[in-house]
């Protein structure tokens, strides 16, 4: 006992060695602990094999109960995810530059100040109309030469100012607007990252933050404090003080008075916020007197010049209130209040319901009129990008401005065009002489570029250039000889004297010609003074050239083209079957002559033996007969059910849901976010007929690319359509599982890292998680090159935006848009027309396809429905009007006397 009390004592160990009594060998300190961890493992196991058996009892109860109240105990936040080194220290950022709100920025960089107004530029050519009184007549008297000589353009007062337009002066002009255009690109892209994404740009030098803390935030509030994070490091290094209040229902600040943003007041600002905590409502009162009424700051006369109030609802208290309280407390101070909302999900009603509830839209109208009632900016944004900001309004709405002087230098250079005189082309002496001295071009030689635009006199003058210029172009505008004195009258050139030989072919040549004209004509006085008479002879009178009726044959096999390219090849325009252009002639003119006795226009006399029809609103005598009609009415039949088999062909297989892929190298861009959940097993089973029916029958080249949170290539560039190649794609693709959001921009810009590349062919059935007008411009910014077009698919979407999204990205790719459509109404209308076949042009109706191959194969097929009932209702003209054949001599005695008349007549 003593050893064991002196190792004890001293922090040793105690052992037993004894050959005798094996027991004292376990009274050492070591074989003393392991028996005793022995013992707790054994009623472990004890306990175990007791609640196998049920007799745990009360004890499994207790130990719940425990857990569950431990777990109580700790706040909800505890549970959120958290984003990668969330709790480090910040990482500040030094600022090069003091930022500053877009309407003080555009005060130095706007188009007023850097003089690029439309206004500006033409102030020194612009005139207002002169207007004097006249004595002699009484009255006021405005000049109308201004208007003759320049153009009229709406001043920006609304009055009209006759302009001198300057080609070169515009044209320069718009250069500097494109210039300029791309610096506010520029900015708006720099206003959308970062921490500016989420605040807007820091402007003011003594700041305060004002955070909602309410019960609705609960679950945002790791993406409160990442925001927070996000704006220490990058924003507020370089103010000169700054503060952070957190307000729920009660309001607590981080320090009593301004501090100074240095790095162990930021490191210590960080700290206090990751110990924030939701809960209550939202008192914004209380939290706006915490930071305008501080005591030690206006001891210290550092007033706060902004109020950063970053929330996602409503205030407790009213509107009214609240700005009544602010334009009160800001008299004689230049404190602004600028509003953050961050939009999120409807509140809970089983959870935290707060004081004062409003849906998003009234929201943002409340804290949109108390930033602008202090002078502030308001900034509205959610997880996807920015929904509304002042800053970035106003640079769009400069942009806009840019754009509309464009267009309106475009409508006066129009104007000039129009005005210009056209140069006469046989040498006429009317031309001027500038335009005689032009080389002329060879017919082999290639076409010379247009000449860049020159300035006109009037700008010249005003630019002060040389005169010399000025006094070569007027010597040229008159003709004298080189040796000539300047006071002689120039003369005009003399005619070049012909020879003998000459002069008698060119006789002979006139004297055939009047001959010719007197076997053509004859020349008869009527009886009204000496006016002459002309008719023509019979026999010189042109027979109708009959034109038969085209024929043509559509090969019966599809080809793996555009319906924009087979229409070209296979229209009604091109087989010459257009009925308006058959039956419309220079034979057919109903004319009239004006009858001066009668004072009125007259029509010809025997125009109503033949039928008239009205084409275009023109009335017009039908030049084809009831025969041909017939024959033009089988043809287009013919031809409309070639249509009708082309439409079937688009709605089978694959293409009713990619519709025709016609690259040899293309990526196919899959949507596999969260709202496809339900068409997944469809999607893959039309991808699999996609592969096998289009991709490795045409030999495509091709890769597959699915996306929804991220991206997944199936292989890193585009592979031939080998057998092996097409079955590991439909093995790589039946591993698909809807979930996540649409990155659609992520997807396109993966999709160009390809070279080898020609086409994109991109499926989904919505709009991309970011801005549709960003993905726009992205796409246009990494297709300036390549020129790669971009076929968008709509696969069950209903959503009308997401649908004219798809068309325009499409469309500025010069692609194609396509939208998949039931099987069955698209059937039903091909199996009717070729089986009842084309007898009524509105039944059956056509299906309203919004796709660009399938609604211009529908535009043909209503068009050639159009003109087989247009042909029928012509050939019903025949039988009310008398044919030809009916009356024998009776007709040819009526076309004896009509010839004289529908000769003058025509």
């Not at 500097?176 to 959308?192: N, P």
């Not at 026999?539 to 043509?552: A, D, L």
């Not at 009916?886 to 005695?893: A, R, T």
């Amino acid at each position: 006992m003593t050893l064991r009390r002196l190792a004890e004592v001293t922090g040793g160990r105690y052992h037993v060695y004894a050959s005798s009594s094996v027991e004292q060998i376990y009274t050492g300190t070591d074989i003393t602990l392991l028996l005793r961890e022995i013992k707790v493992a054994q009623d472990v196991i004890n306990k175990i094999q007791e609640m196998r058996q049920g007799m745990v009892g009360d004890a499994l109860v207790s130990i719940l109960n425990e857990i569950s109240l431990e777990v109580q105990k700790l706040p909800q936040s505890r549970f959120l995810p958290r984003p990668p080194n969330h709790t480090g220290a910040l990482t500040i950022q030094e600022q090069p530059f003091h930022p500053k709100s877009s309407e003080d920025w555009l005060k130095q960089n706007g188009l007023k100040a850097k003089k690029l107004s439309l206004y500006q530029i033409m102030a020194p050519n612009a005139f207002a109309p002169i207007e004097e009184f006249i004595p002699v007549i009484r009255k006021s008297v405005r000049s109308t030469l201004h208007e003759k000589a320049m153009t009229q353009f709406e001043w920006h007062d609304g009055s009209i100012r006759n302009v001198h337009v300057d080609p070169a002066q515009l044209f320069d002009y718009q250069k500097q607007l494109g210039a300029i255009v791309k610096l506010y690109e520029k900015r708006v892209d720099w206003l959308s990252r970062d921490s500016r994404r989420l605040f807007g740009t820091i402007t003011e030098k003594r700041i305060v933050m004002m955070v909602d803390l309410s019960a609705s935030n609960i679950n945002y509030l790791v993406h409160i404090q990442h925001s927070l994070r996000i704006l220490l490091e990058q924003q507020l290094s370089n103010k000169q003080s700054f503060n952070i209040i957190g307000f729920g229902s009660e309001a607590h600040c981080w320090k009593p008075c301004l501090q100074e943003p240095t790095e162990k007041n930021l490191q210590s600002a960080w700290k206090w916020i990751l110990g924030l905590e939701c809960g209550g409502s939202r008192n914004f009162m209380a939290a706006l007197r915490l930071a305008m009424e501080t005591e030690e700051d206006h001891k210290k006369m550092a007033v706060v010049e902004g109020i950063y109030l970053f929330t996602s609802g409503i205030p407790d208290q009213l509107p009214d209130v609240i700005c009544s309280y602010v334009e009160e407390a800001s008299v004689g101070q230049v404190t602004k209040i600028h509003t953050i909302l961050f939009n999120v999900d409807d509140y809970d009603s089983n959870g935290a319901i707060p004081g004062r509830y409003a849906n998003i839209t009234q929201t943002a109208e409340c804290l949109r009129n108390l930033a602008h009632v202090s002078g502030g900016r308001f900034h509205w944004f959610r997880e996807t990008g920015i929904i509304e900001s002042d800053d970035i309004k106003a640079i769009l709405a400069e942009m806009d401005r840019a754009v509309n002087y464009s267009q309106k230098c475009a409508m006066l250079l129009d104007t000039v065009k129009k005005r210009m005189p056209r140069t006469k082309q046989n040498g006429d002496s009317s031309s001027g002489n500038e335009s005689k001295m032009l080389p002329k071009r060879p017919t082999s030689g290639k076409k010379a570029l247009p000449a860049a635009p020159r300035h006109t006199e009037l700008s010249r003058a005003r630019m002060g250039q040389d005169s010399q210029e000025h006094e070569e172009t007027v010597k040229a505008i008159g003709w004298r000889p080189i040796s000539a004195n300047k006071n002689l009258i120039p003369t005009a050139p003399q005619p070049p004297v012909m020879s003998k030989k000459s002069s008698k072919e060119t006789t002979a040549k006139k004297t055939t010609t009047s001959v010719k004209n007197k076997r053509n004509k004859e020349v008869f006085y009527t009886e009204f003074r000496n006016e002459v008479g002309v008719l023509l002879n019979p026999e010189q009178k042109k027979k109708r050239k009959f034109k038969p009726i085209n024929h043509p044959i559509i090969p019966d096999k599809e080809e793996q083209i555009t319906t924009k390219s087979w229409l070209k090849k296979y229209g009604l325009s091109k087989l010459r079957l257009d009925l308006n252009k058959l039956v419309t002639g220079p034979d057919c003119g109903h004319t009239q002559k004006h009858i001066s006795t009668l004072r009125k226009n007259v029509s010809a006399k025997y125009c109503t033996i033949f039928p008239s029809v009205n084409i275009k609103g023109t009335v017009k005598h039908l030049q084809l007969r009831a025969h041909e009609l017939k024959e033009y009415e089988d043809q287009v039949a013919v031809v409309l059910r070639r249509y009708v088999m082309r439409m079937q062909w688009l709605l089978g297989s694959s293409r009713r849901v990619f519709g025709s892929v016609i690259e040899k190298k293309v990526v196919i861009l899959v949507d596999t976010s969260g709202s496809m959940v339900y068409h997944m097993d469809e999607l893959k089973r039309e991808l699999i007929a996609l592969i096998w029916e289009q991709l490795k029958k045409e030999n495509i080249s091709f890769n597959i690319i699915r996306f929804s949170a991220d991206v997944e290539p199936w292989r890193p560039r585009v592979v031939e359509p080998t057998n092996e190649n097409c079955h590991d794609a439909v093995r790589w693709l039946s591993t698909f599982v809807a979930g996540g959001n649409t990155c659609t921009l992520e997807a396109l810009s993966y999709a160009f890292e390809d070279p080898h590349m020609t086409a994109v062919y991109m499926l989904t059935d919505g709009k991309p998680d970011c801005s549709t007008s960003r993905v726009l411009q992205s796409v246009a910014s990494l297709n300036t090159e390549r020129q790669v077009k971009i076929n968008s698919i709509s696969f069950n979407c209903e959503d009308d935006t997401a649908n004219v999204f798809l068309k325009q990205l499409a469309a500025m790719s010069r692609g194609r848009y396509h939208r998949c459509y039931g099987q069955m109404d698209g059937d039903m209308f091909t199996h009717k027309l070729l089986s009842e076949g084309s007898q009524d042009a509105q039944f059956p109706q056509l299906p309203c396809f919004e796709g660009d191959d399938l609604r211009l194969l529908g535009a043909e097929i209503n068009l050639a429905r159009q003109f087989l009932s247009q042909s029928r209702t012509f050939r019903d003209l025949f039988a009310t009007t008398p044919s030809p054949h009916e009356n024998g001599k009776k007709l040819e005695s009526s076309l004896s006397k009509l010839q004289p008349v529908s000769s003058a007549s025509s």
